[in-house]
């Protein structure tokens, strides 16, 4: 059984940056971050391989967010620069043990979670 922890949320302005951080007990895989703002489905972010040499990123994050992790410390981190408003959201940290290209998109995908970290970007 894995459990994570994210932390790092909080309030930031427009075009500010925070560290997302999810502390995993256990061996994890795959990694990734999803967010959900009220009334939206849960959407893709990032994921990450475990050697950390490949990563993924939705379009809209792209050249902004970085995620990254250290093994050694079982922790994936998700550095977020020129935030934005529609930034807002739930940040939720995900793990599988394996899982496709076509369904590394999809939060279904995903076994382990953590219970998410408020990220709110003010105008």
């Known amino acids: 059984q894995v459990q994570l922890v994210e932390s790092g949320g909080g309030l930031v302005q427009t075009g500010g940056s925070l560290r997302l951080s999810c502390a995993a007990s256990?061996?994890?895989?795959?990694m990734g971050w999803f967010r959900q703002a009220p009334g939206k489905e849960r959407e893709f972010v990032t994921a990450?391989?475990?050697?950390?040499?490949?990563?993924y990123y939705a379009h809209s994050v792209k050249g902004r967010f970085t995620i990254s992790r250290d093994n050694a410390k079982n922790t994936v981190y998700l550095q977020m620069n020129s935030l934005k408003p529609e930034d807002t959201a739930v940040y939720y940290c995900a793990a599988v043990e394996m899982v496709t290209m076509v369904d590394l998109l999809s939060y279904r995908s995903y076994d382990y979670w953590g219970q998410g970290t408020q990220v709110t970007v003010s105008s």
């Open positions: 256990g061996r994890t895989y795959v």
């Open positions: 990450i391989s475990w050697s950390g040499g490949i990563t």
